[in-house]
């Protein structure tokens, strides 16, 4: 992947104002848009677009295909005709955090609206029985699977024993956590649905597929609906001159459509629970590790097809993005494996990963790959070596550089290759003032010096490094543009839950922000006459 001196914000959709409780694909997202033409840059980062699941991370997701539902926006729905304004009412809770366990009723309430409609007029019906056609890969079996579980929800609400969820709720209690477990018992998590539907079983299927196909249906309109009105924002961005950056998890939740559709692609054992799961061991960002949970891939059948599933994911994230960021790429070169029932990471092992098989694989069907490898943590020789060998560009970050020696490789004065992104912080940092104001004196101190500020704008003091530096692609998160504190960080890693609820209000982006950025983009030769990634 060739890249092109460039400048960008990190900014998930769920960030951005709007009256119904979480951002979403309406005019908060135009609108942030605009507001990059107009700071002179062209580079849109996000996190994964995929459906959410429990924890509402964007990581853990219920399909490694499906959009997130919850983006679509009710202002769109309401200019496609299918509402009208009085059935839409703004959520009332606080416009800068996002409150899931009271956001998601509420959407979805207006979204079964919006089907109702739907359903009534012929406008639109062939494109979206076309768009159905074009998707069936993924979309029947993610459509049904997410039916089957709320029919298992509803129909197991009142039946929970006290004592007996008390006790399945300790045996289980290294997998499953918290709200999880509950939906376990009640029946929704799909390995605990009757035996021939969990095995996936063709005629289980398909007497569940008749019996839900209202249900079925509505989750195919609002796929059919976010990818309609995501496909008009990235058009949108790209008129603007802006490329989108993508994001893809290298795991996909146990709890997934992907995972029960094709068991056969992940080390399961017969009751369909994970032999191993994912994390990584004991790092910067945890002192136990990261135990994440998720299936690890059977890679010796996933070879055996050619890697088929791998290239198709990849092949339908770049339907949606300019560029995709592969989280853990790591992983690809050898991958942590925790033992199940594992409380933490510590007792995990390394094994060995596809490696250049896979990108080769990917590369026959796709040709070149616009991917930047995640390749943070632990990192050895030979995961440099592989994603050198494979022309993949890295990530810096500058929240990790500030070794008082000056010889830390995320120092700009220490970038060996150009074909980097370097960023202030990501998702899993601490804004970078709270950063700051939590970092021993010793790195305060060499920043200080490094840079010859005082540090009381070190938000946009690192800002302007990042700009500075040599790496081609420079993309900082909007909460240090608004030079936000600790409180409006996106994620504190290996936490279960309070993570993803950042909001940044109407207003709060401004004109001097604009031209803040806008002159560090002309100063360091970040606005390129061609602005699409290439």
Known sequence: M????SGGVLAHP?????????GDLGSGAYAFIDF????GQTLWQILPLSPTSYGDSPYQSFSAFAGNHYLISPEMLIKEGYLAEADAEPFPGDPSRID???VIPHKMAIYRKAYASFKQKAKNKNLFTRWCGQNKDWLESYALFVAIKQHYIDERRDLPDPAELEKYRAENAAYLTGDQINDFYYGAVWNSWQEPLARHEPAAVREMAKRLSDE?????????????EWRLLKEYANENGIGVVGDIPIFVAMDSADVWAEPGLYHLDEYGRPKEVAGVPPDYFSETGQLWGNPLYHWEAHKKSGYEWWIKRVASVLKTVDAVR??????????WAVPYGEKTAVNGKWKKGPGKDLFDAMKKKLGELPIIAEDLGVITEKVNRLRKGLKLPGMRVLHFAFSPDGKNAFMPHN???TDTVIYTGTHDNDTTVGWYAAAPEAERDYLRRYLNVSGEDVAWDLIRLAYSSTAKYAVVPVQDVLNLGTEHRMNYPGEPSGNWQFRYTAGMLTEEHAERLAYLSQLYNRKPANAILQ
Do not use: C, M, N
């Open 2 to 5: 060739e890249l092109i001196r």
């Open 14 to 22: 769920t960030s951005f104002p709007g009256p119904y409780g979480v």
């Open 36 to 39: 990059l033409r107009k700071a």
């Open 100 to 102: 899931y366990g009271e």
């Open 216 to 228: 079925i249906d509505f989750h195919k309109f609002l796929q059919y609906e976010f990818f309609r």
């Open 326 to 335: 592969i989280d853990h790429f790591r992983g690809f070169e050898a991958y």
């Open 415 to 417: 970038i060996d290759d």
